[in-house]
């Protein structure tokens, strides 16, 4: 029972000490950057899972699964694509004992097992638009140190593509797929901004790539998830085309929208504490712990009473577990907070005789609830309990950028800096340099921090052309 | 609009046709056996996942995911085991541009990936049982003909492993698994034979294994399931040892039990008719269909009446779709039928003023429900179709078994024959020679025909020893 290393100084020590804290994960595993997702880490991911399902669901999308292999020449079809993952694919090249003719690749993500298919699929205008996402592992020879859920070689991923009739309703697709974002990150309490990256830094084959980064701390984000425009980029390649109502071929408009495991990475790296993990209830394996405390030679009742409650709870479609195991209440307190459970009901005698209970949760608040109508107190807390994890997240985030508008600000910086930018690459590339980082790009949405107009280029000093950027340093 | 090939007597094309009408996978995928899951296909394995995950964490399993891919060392630990594999896995050889130091095997079954780190997790007799499952894709290499969710080379897999602290633990927990079995094949309409397999048949590695067989008509089995025992055979090359209370080390004994996209393939093999695929409620992407009816000329009411029926099913939890596209009704039946759809609802002008509708079951009952209280009759209609869903499908597996006595009987049978064997493998081959299939071995549940005490061996003709076999021609 002792604290994990301290978050702002050594973040990185703190997130691998939190999550091995919590048992979401195993590195165990023969294979470097391939980890077993534990009982309680499943868990934590199916939630996590059925929330993306239930947005991405709302704005029309519908679940399918392309095989995970893909040939050698359908995946070198697009040429900027097939470069931007040549380094980093697996290659299976035998079946059995012999080799195999075609080589197939693992799939680094779908575009290329996809497209072809959809050339089938997509015949007439009626057949537009076409949104479809699959849930499933992907695969990266990624040659960088692997961290559990933030850089690893099998991936749970998330990937949506769609077929538009034309770049304006490719680019309406981008926005509604921004919007289902917002509102997961809502629901996982996740403050984000969402930047239209630079064009050396966006997707192999993208016409646009806007990225969606979380401020986690001195400066450093997380890039969880993107957004990309392909326009015609591979329609063209893979001959996706449709009849308009007028009768003419046109080539589709593509986008796609990609999350991952990154997202519980991001979870666990923003609310996390010196304790350890702290879930927003939709996404905790276990959502509420209640812990009966018998008194010295007392009797049943606080196990009678955290069992009659914790059968309310779980009528009313609440994750809850009764721990009645015989170790010391606070061994158990500090194992559940490790865990990330956001509220702890305690129940003495006294709580059972009266029918209250004191409720503890994850971030230190604690009231008595009751007596009467207990679960509905009990789910009433909990919901406070996202209130307050929301309102602390958007302090956290409201504090992480800060304008900066000379080059030597920028090092050193503990926090995301918005600087004005004249759009010239090796312009770029000086911010990058100062900030040890990247050009994150150009927020998609208002920044907590108004900036006003833009100055000068940072760089260079053009005045023409600059707008704002956010620059950081990616995890 | 034609009927599908003759069931009976052209299964295998009737087969392929009703998948195809059904639009349940897209088989067009470059490379062979590696198929797609459409938008309704994967619909219908969503449930079918539901209804494993529901059944199997009732008896206590608990969801984990191990990596796709395992080391070379590592998959060769148990010598039967890779012997069973070796011809039929694929190889990852190559990361990026250069070689991999240790080749790694695209699972195809998950054996020796969780085996090694079961040793971790098993240290105490308190760690006990450990009983686990995932859902995930396995790798076959195929050399047979493969066909949709009967023999495919990504295979969408369920696959529970235990350790247990003895044999008869494991005996027992092989029963359970067996009970959960029941009551999804219960949910399914699927009656299923249990039988234990011939030693010359059991999986690599196992001590003893019982297959779940489901006739499919003329003598044809179809292997949807199976639940191993393993004794020690695992727990000693891997070293899954635990203390016991008394502070022995011993070996843990281990099941397993797996089924797979077949499941969804016996459904469409057993319940499916010449107008293609019929599925039981649990598992239709759509259980009802509207189809309002206009009059020539006449106004909204029938459509009105759909939608805001549709609305209160949906409120039920019932899966709904309202076809009021402008195709003609009789072409909307057609492809709602041979999608399985187990109920479609008629509305008409008259029905529509009436407040009532007419119920047409995929079975072709028809009814005229209502007026009043609409959505509980149909979701009595509903269950009323599960029903006779069921007692057809019985009716069937009573008439799928019979008795023979004598090797001549065997050709050509087009039932599954409950025969005399006297345990001998000799006589077992003689047994499939003659039925130009196999034994499927001891039955482990009663069968639907009662075959009174055995005679002699139907192969040599010896007493001693013989007991009731199933053989059959597994597809």
Same mark, same amino acid.
């Given at each position: 029972?002792?604290?994990?290393?301290?978050?702002?100084?050594?973040?990185?020590?703190?997130?691998? @000490?939190?999550?091995?804290?919590?048992?979401?994960?195993?590195?165990?595993?023969?294979?470097?950057?391939?980890?077993?997702?534990?009982?309680?880490?499943?868990?934590? $991911?199916? @939630?996590?899972?059925?929330?993306?399902?239930?947005?991405?669901?709302?704005?029309?999308?519908?679940?399918?699964?392309?095989?995970?292999?893909?040939?050698?020449?359908?995946?070198?079809?697009?040429?900027?694509?097939?470069?931007?993952?040549?380094?980093?694919?697996? +290659?299976?090249?035998?079946?059995?004992?012999?080799?195999?003719?075609?080589?197939?690749?693992?799939?680094?993500?779908?575009?290329?097992?996809?497209?072809?298919?959809?050339?089938?699929?997509?015949?007439?205008?009626?057949?537009?638009?076409?949104?479809?996402?699959?849930?499933?592992?992907?695969?990266?020879?990624?040659?960088?140190?692997?961290?559990?859920?933030?850089?690893?070689?099998?991936?749970?991923?998330?990937?949506?593509?769609?077929?538009?009739?034309?770049?304006?309703?490719?680019?309406?697709?981008?926005?509604?797929?921004?919007?289902?974002?917002?509102?997961?990150?809502?629901?996982?309490?996740?403050?984000?901004?969402?930047?239209?990256?630079?064009?050396?830094?966006?997707?192999?084959?993208?016409?646009?790539?806007?990225?969606?980064?979380?401020?986690?701390?001195?400066?450093?984000?997380?890039?969880?998830?993107?957004?990309?425009?392909?326009?015609?980029?591979?329609?063209?390649?893979?001959?996706?085309?449709?009849?308009?109502?007028?009768?003419?071929?046109?080539?589709?408009?593509?986008?796609?929208?990609?999350?991952?495991? $990154?997202?519980?990475?991001?979870?666990?790296?923003?609310?996390?504490?010196?304790?350890?993990?702290?879930?927003?209830?939709?996404?905790?394996?276990?959502?509420?712990?209640?812990?009966?405390?018998?008194?010295?030679?007392?009797?049943?009742?606080?196990?009678?009473?955290?069992?009659?409650?914790?059968?309310?709870?779980?009528?009313?479609?609440?994750?809850?577990?009764?721990?009645?195991?015989?170790?010391?209440?606070?061994?158990?307190?500090?194992?559940?907070?490790?865990?990330?459970?956001?509220?702890?009901?305690?129940?003495?005698?006294?709580?059972?005789?009266?029918?209250?209970?004191?409720?503890?949760?994850?971030?230190?608040? $604690?009231?008595?609830?009751?007596?009467?109508?207990?679960?509905?107190?009990?789910?009433?807390?909990?919901?406070?309990?996202?209130?307050?994890?929301?309102?602390?997240?958007?302090? @956290?985030?409201?504090?992480?950028?800060?304008?900066?508008?000379?080059?030597?600000?920028?090092?050193?910086?503990?926090?995301?800096?918005?600087?004005? +930018?004249?759009?010239?690459? @090796?312009?770029?590339?000086?911010?990058?340099?100062?900030?040890?980082?990247?050009?994150?790009?150009?927020?998609?949405?208002?920044?907590?921090?108004?900036?006003?107009?833009?100055?000068?280029?940072?760089?260079?000093?053009?005045?023409?052309?600059?707008?704002?950027?956010?620059?950081?340093?990616?995890?």
């Amino acid at each position: 029972m002792v604290d994990l290393p301290d978050k702002a100084e050594r973040f990185i020590d703190w997130y691998l @000490a939190a999550v091995e804290a919590a048992e979401l994960t195993d590195k165990r595993y023969e294979v470097k950057g391939m980890n077993i997702w534990t009982p309680y880490g499943m868990q934590s $991911r199916r @939630a996590l899972d059925a929330l993306l399902v239930r947005e991405v669901e709302r704005i029309g999308s519908r679940a399918i699964e392309f095989p995970t292999l893909i040939p050698q020449p359908q995946f070198e079809k697009e040429k900027e694509h097939v470069k931007g993952f040549d380094d980093q694919v697996y +290659w299976v090249t035998k079946g059995g004992a012999s080799a195999l003719d075609i080589p197939l690749v693992l799939r680094p993500t779908s575009e290329t097992a996809m497209y072809p298919v959809f050339a089938l699929w997509v015949r007439s205008h009626r057949d537009l638009p076409l949104n479809v996402y699959q849930i499933v592992s992907v695969f990266r020879y990624e040659t960088k140190t692997t961290r559990p859920f933030l850089r690893v070689r099998e991936i749970h991923f998330f990937e949506e593509h769609t077929c538009q009739a034309d770049e304006a309703r490719a680019t309406a697709r981008v926005e509604e797929d921004l919007a289902a974002f917002e509102r997961m990150a809502a629901a996982l309490a996740l403050p984000f901004a969402a930047s239209r990256r630079p064009d050396w830094d966006k997707f192999p084959g993208a016409h646009y790539s806007i990225a969606l980064d979380i401020p986690v701390g001195q400066g450093r984000t997380l890039q969880i998830g993107t957004v990309h425009h392909y326009r015609e980029n591979f329609s063209r390649p893979y001959g996706i085309q449709y009849e308009d109502p007028a009768g003419t071929l046109r080539y589709v408009h593509q986008t796609t929208f990609g999350l991952s495991e $990154r997202l519980l990475g991001a979870v666990v790296a923003v609310h996390g504490d010196r304790r350890g993990v702290v879930f927003p209830s939709i996404l905790a394996p276990v959502q509420v712990v209640l812990v009966p405390i018998a008194a010295p030679g007392g009797g049943a009742a606080p196990v009678e009473a955290a069992r009659g409650l914790a059968d309310r709870l779980r009528d009313r479609g609440l994750r809850v577990h009764v721990d009645d195991s015989d170790e010391r209440p606070g061994a158990k307190y500090y194992r559940w907070e490790s865990r990330g459970v956001p509220l702890r009901l305690e129940i003495g005698p006294r709580e059972a005789s009266a029918g209250t209970v004191t409720a503890v949760n994850r971030l230190g608040e $604690r009231t008595v609830l009751g007596p009467g109508e207990l679960d509905r107190a009990v789910a009433d807390a909990l919901s406070a309990f996202d209130r307050t994890l929301t309102a602390r997240a958007e302090s @956290a985030f409201r504090s992480a950028f800060s304008v900066a508008t000379k080059l030597e600000e920028l090092s050193g910086s503990t926090t995301v800096r918005v600087v004005p +930018w004249c759009g010239q690459e @090796a312009c770029g590339h000086r911010i990058e340099a100062a900030i040890e980082g990247g050009v994150l790009g150009t927020p998609e949405r208002p920044l907590p921090v108004d900036p006003g107009a833009p100055g000068p280029c940072i760089a260079c000093g053009e005045r023409s052309g600059a707008r704002w950027v956010l620059a950081g340093r990616p995890l």
